[in-house]
Each structure stands twice: as structure tokens, then as C-alpha cells.
């Protein structure tokens, strides 16, 4: 906007006019203010105040003000020292003019000097001074030196946690480095985490301070592994940072936290049965911190040694099937983070189981006179008492226990009411009885083993027959007698026979004077009388007969003699009676070889010849 003066307003209004006389054009309102300025200078600052209506100036003035300049210092010949003016745009776009920095006059004391349009001041107070419209501003300052910049130069080292820097600039500058003993030193510090959980900051810390280095970065090794950040588990960890060749290293170690322990503690199982499975012994604990950890053993005493076979500690809840009393261990491996809790002992048992194989025996039987112990059993069944006897006939029940097979795992049940039925016993009678001679008395038979004393009856019978009757036989004969035993409330009935002979009585007193004996043996080789061997001479052998010489029987004295005759083999006995001098009275014939079947046959004859032959009879 140009500046308008009152001389030439006058003729605006008339260009007006005239544009107004165009027939063509519209009518167009005088937008623009029409600054009228007055001018005044106070210290530094020149005012243009403008008096016209509907300024749009801020409180309708603008002002220029000299400033310091941009170069403060004397000796700095790098850029201009000139004075500047803050205001200028605006002032000059206001007001119209052109005023710029080469309008200010420099003056240093007295006379002027050109020392700054120079490039060449000094160090001493400068004045500025600048004229518009009349009026004028003035503005001094004083040039200083231009200080000494100080670089540091540092070199680094390191001892444990502190890095020292160490300033080695050159001496020429060195007086301006403003370090104490011209070093800084950086401490690296430990984190503040300390015990595993405690909340607290995990990374290592700086203090002090080494100009120019910021965000040095930190980092975490665990023996020779370098870790990816600050770690916040136990262990023991080396904090470190390079500067340069030198390297800062803390150690330090966050320690395990304290462990809770169990927060649910493992409990004993109760009321377990051998089941021929394995079942668990105890409920799991929970730990409070780190792994809970289980294993099993029977000695009370001692953790089970792993290297002699025993369980290892596992997070398994152990098991066992065989009844019998065990030793759970239970504790805490706190693992990384965690302190450890010691073992503890639980005691489980697991109880016998009642047999599910019993069953009573049955259809037992005994026979009177036995005791308990003669009745057999099914395997694992035995008598309380096998000494007790099983008493009368009939049934009776007596105590029994069962031992299972499996003693290890089953109870034994004792005092099972089991049921005998006792029969009666046998008996195994004898009789004995003694033949007679046919006309004398009659022997009675002796009857043993009737263990029941039942009631006897005593029958007979000629061998062969079983036509047994009460009758006692008379004649001579072979006879069987039959002791029959009657059953009784204990015993059985049985019976018993014995054979015997009733010889027959030979009485015949017709003198002979040699004496003719027969048998059914062999031939006869040897003859003795009375235990002696008769000379040949006086006996004479047709087969199995011989006949004793009249010369020999009557060197015999009287009384009874004994023939006996061998064929090689056995041999056969007679006795006869030799009365008066020269007789021979055959008085009886007996063996002396029962249990043989021998025949003895003795005769006697007379000089004449066969005179009488006894008769055949069997030995008993
Ligand atoms: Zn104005
Ligand atoms: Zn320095």
C-alpha cells in the first residue's frame, strides 16, 4: 500500500469521479486505509503512530527497534558484527520506506568509526544510531572475546563396575576442560531385584556421569551365555557394558524365594483293600512354589535308595498292590526359583482282603476212634485242634481255620464251623482155637479184637462148608469155627473163622513085631526115631512107605516114640506107644508140622504083614 498524502487525496477523489461518469463500470468501494503517520524515537525503538480513522495497525503504531548483534564477539571475523533491526519487514510494509541495516551509523567513542561496516571491530562498546523521518534511535553494545570451546577427548578404562573416562585433550585447551582430575566416571549398578518375585526393577542401573554418553546399553550374561534381557529368575548373572576397549562388569545374583511349601498338603489314603491292582497311597499336594515330588518305600527310616532299586522321586503319585504297611515321601524341588522342602514320610496301609475263594468244606467224614487230624481237608483248610477226637457216630461240627495261598495279601479266617460226619469204625476180630482128640474135651475158641465188645456167637462148620451152626462138632474131623461179632453203636460187626482138626483115637493092643509106616512124601531117603537116624539095616523103604524091622522095635523101651520121615525135601512125624517088650500100641498119631500139607500115614503090622493102617489126617 502506498503511503497516501493529503496532496495528492484531492486527486484520488477526482479519478473517483471520474470512473464514477463511466457508464460501463460498476461503483466500487475504497477499501484501503490510508495510514497518516507521525514519527517518534524513545532509546532503541522508532514509532510510526498513524491518527487517520479505522487504522488496522495494533494500537495504530508500528515500530522499529535496533538489536544486538548477531556476532557478539570482537575477535570472530567469521560473519558480519552489524547491529539488528527487529521490526523491519513490518515497519517498512506499513510505513512504505526501504529502510534496511546499512541505514544504521556505527559510531565507537568519539569520532565515528567504520570498524563494524569494516568487519573489524573491536573489543570495546559500539553505538547505533538510525534516523527516520527526523527522528532518531540509538542502541549501543559492547564486543566480548569469543570464549575458548573445550572438546573433550576421553579415553576409557575399567575396573569391576566403573567405567572412568579420562579427558586427554590437548594441552593448549586443556586449562577449559571443566572435569574434576579431568575424568568422569560411570558406575554400573546392580538391579534392585534381588529375590526371585520381589516386584523390584530387574535391570542394572547407571550413576555418575561421562559427558556425551547417554543410553549406553546394558547388557546380561549367565556364565558365558548372553541373555536376551534383564532376567528375573534366581541364578547368579553378570550385569556389564562397553565403552570404547573398556567393558564394566557387576555381578550379582537374584536368590530363590522363599518356598511356601505346601499350600495342599498330600494326604494319606485311608480304608485300602489288597485289590490285585495297584491303587494310589495318597492324594497330590500342590506346592506352593516348584514341582512336588513323591516315591515310595517300607522302610520307615529311610528315603528309598534309588541305586539299590528303590523308586525315584517323581511327580507321580505312587502306587502299590501287594497289602502290606508303606512310606510315601513327599517334598518340594523348588526348582530354579524356589528354595526346596524337605521329605516327609506318610504311612499308608493297605489291608488284607477277607479270602473271596472260602468255601467250607463239606461232605467230611471220619470214622469213630479217630481224632481231627486223620480227616483230611481241602488245601488251606486246617483243624483248630487236630488232636481232638471226632467223638460218637453221627454228625458233629468242630473249628476249622483256612490259611489262604496267598498269606501276603489274605487274611486267615479262623474258627469256621465245619461239619464231620463220623461213621463207625471196622473191627478185625481173631479167634483161635485148639483141636482135640475125638472123644475128649472140646476146646473152646478164644476170640481177640472185638474192639466194640459187641456181642459174640460162635458157629461151626466142617471146612468147605458154610453150613455154620451153633453145634459144637464131636467127631474126628477137620472144622472151621466162625466168631461172628455183633455191630455196635460205634463199631461194625465183623467176622472170623478158624479152622481145626478133632483127630481120631486109635487104641489097639494086638502085639506086632514090626511096624509098616506110609506117607504121601517121596520117596524116603532118612528115617529118625526119637531125633536119631535109624541104620538102614533096620528098616526097609518101598517108595514113600517104610517098614521098621521087628529086631529094631523091640530095642525101643516103652513108652512113646517119635518116627519122622525125610524124602530129601520135607518131612513127616508120627508118635506111637511101644508097651510090654515087644509091642507096639500106636496110641495117637499127630504131625509136629503144622502149616504143611503133609500126610503122615502110620501103620503097624504084624510079622505076618500089614496088621493095621491109621488113617490119613491133614495137618492143621
Ligand atoms: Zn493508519
Ligand atoms: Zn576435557
Redesign the pocket.
Known amino acids: 500500500m502506498k503511503h497516501i498524502t493529503r496532496k495528492t487525496l484531492g486527486a484520488l477523489l477526482a479519478l473517483v469521479m471520474v470512473l464514477a461518469l463511466l457508464p460501463a463500470m460498476t461503483t466500487t468501494a475504497w477499501a484501503d486505509h490510508a495510514h497518516h503517520f507521525t514519527y517518534s524515537a524513545s532509546g532503541a525503538t522508532i514509532t510510526a503512530t498513524c491518527d487517520a480513522d479505522g487504522c488496522n495497525l495494533t494500537d495504530n503504531k508500528v515500530t522499529l527497534t535496533i538489536g544486538d548483534p548477531t556476532n557478539i564477539y570482537y575477535d570472530d571475523k567469521s560473519s558480519s558484527h552489524e547491529f539488528t533491526l527487529v521490526g523491519l519487514e513490518a515497519f517498512n510494509s506499513a510505513t512504505g520506506k526501504t529502510i534496511s541495516a546499512s541505514d544504521i551509523v556505527y559510531y565507537k567513542g568519539d569520532p565515528q568509526s567504520q570498524d563494524i561496516k569494516n568487519n573489524n571491530v573491536k573489543g570495546a562498546t559500539y553505538k547505533a544510531r538510525l534516523t527516520v523521518e527526523g527522528v532518531r534511535a540509538e542502541h549501543s553494545f559492547k564486543f566480548t572475546a569469543k570464549p575458548i570451546v573445550?572438546?573433550?577427548?576421553f579415553t576409557y578404562t575399567a575396573n569391576g563396575a566403573v567405567i572412568t573416562a579420562t579427558?586427554t585433550?590437548n594441552a593448549a585447551n586443556?586449562e577449559a576442560?571443566?572435569?574434576t582430575n579431568?575424568q568422569a566416571t560411570l558406575t554400573l549398578n546392580a538391579p534392585l531385584h534381588t529375590t526371585y518375585g520381589d516386584g523390584k526393577d530387574a535391570n542394572a542401573t547407571f550413576t555418575g556421569e561421562i559427558p556425551g554418553v547417554t543410553n549406553l546399553t546394558i547388557h546380561y550374561s549367565k556364565g558365558s551365555v548372553t541373555l536376551n534381557s534383564a532376567p528375573v529368575d534366581a541364578g547368579t548373572y553378570t550385569a556389564w557394558c562397553q565403552l570404547g576397549n573398556a567393558t564394566a562388569r557387576v555381578e550379582y545374583t537374584i536368590a530363590k524365594a522363599t518356598n511356601p511349601g505346601w499350600t495342599t498338603l498330600p494326604q494319606a489314603k485311608t480304608g485300602l483293600v489288597y485289590s490285585g491292582q495297584p491303587q494310589a497311597l495318597i492324594t497330590a499336594g500342590v506346592a506352593g512354589g516348584g514341582n512336588a515330588l513323591y516315591t515310595v518305600g517300607t522302610d520307615p527310616d529311610n528315603e528309598p535308595n534309588v541305586d539299590a532299586g528303590g523308586r525315584p522321586y517323581t511327580s507321580s503319585v505312587p502306587e502299590a498292590t501287594n497289602a502290606g504297611t508303606y512310606y510315601v515321601w513327599c517334598k518340594i524341588d523348588g526348582g530354579k526359583n524356589y528354595t526346596s522342602i524337605a521329605a516327609q514320610k506318610i504311612a499308608v496301609t493297605i489291608a488284607k482282603a477277607t479270602p473271596t475263594d472260602l468255601a467250607t468244606p463239606t461232605d467230611l467224614t471220619a470214622t469213630y476212634g479217630d481224632t481231627l487230624s486223620s480227616v483230611t481237608l481241602p488245601q488251606g483248610w486246617a483243624w483248630a485242634d487236630g488232636s481232638q477226637s471226632v467223638g460218637n457216630v453221627g454228625p458233629h461240627t468242630f473249628k476249622a481255620n483256612y490259611t489262604p495261598a496267598d498269606t501276603g495279601n489274605y487274611n486267615t479266617v479262623e474258627n469256621v464251623d465245619v461239619t464231620v460226619t463220623v461213621e463207625k469204625a471196622n473191627i478185625t476180630p481173631t479167634v483161635t482155637i485148639t483141636g482135640w482128640t475125638e472123644g475128649g474135651k472140646a476146646n473152646a475158641p478164644t476170640l481177640e479184637g472185638n474192639t466194640g465188645n459187641g456181642d459174640v456167637t460162635f458157629t461151626y462148620a466142617k471146612q468147605g462148608s458154610q453150613d455154620f451152626t451153633e453145634e459144637v462138632p464131636t467127631k474126628a474131623g477137620k472144622y472151621t469155627v466162625k466168631a461172628t461179632v455183633a455191630a455196635t453203636d460205634n463199631y461194625n460187626g465183623a467176622t472170623a473163622t478158624a479152622d481145626f482138626t478133632i483127630s481120631r483115637q486109635i487104641v489097639d493092643t494086638t502085639p506086632v513085631s514090626s511096624l509098616t509106616v506110609t506117607s504121601d512124601l517121596g520117596t524116603i531117603t532118612r528115617v529118625t526115631v526119637d531125633g536119631k537116624t535109624v541104620d538102614s539095616k533096620y528098616y526097609t523103604v518101598s517108595g514113600s512107605n517104610v517098614v521098621l524091622s521087628d529086631e529094631f522095635i523091640r530095642s525101643l523101651a516103652n513108652g512113646t516114640h517119635t518116627i519122622r520121615l525125610y524124602d530129601g525135601k520135607t518131612y513127616a512125624t508120627a508118635t506111637w506107644n511101644v508097651t510090654g517088650n515087644t509091642a507096639a500100641d500106636i496110641k495117637s498119631a499127630t504131625t509136629a508140622d503144622p502149616g504143611l500139607a503133609l500126610y503122615g500115614l502110620l501103620a503097624v503090622s504084624s510079622t505076618l504083614g500089614l496088621g493095621y493102617m491109621g488113617k490119613k489126617r491133614k495137618a492143621a
Do not use: F, G, P, Y
Not at 150 to 153: A, G, K, L, N, V
Open positions: 573445550h572438546t573433550h577427548s579427558c585433550q586443556m576442560c571443566d572435569l579431568k
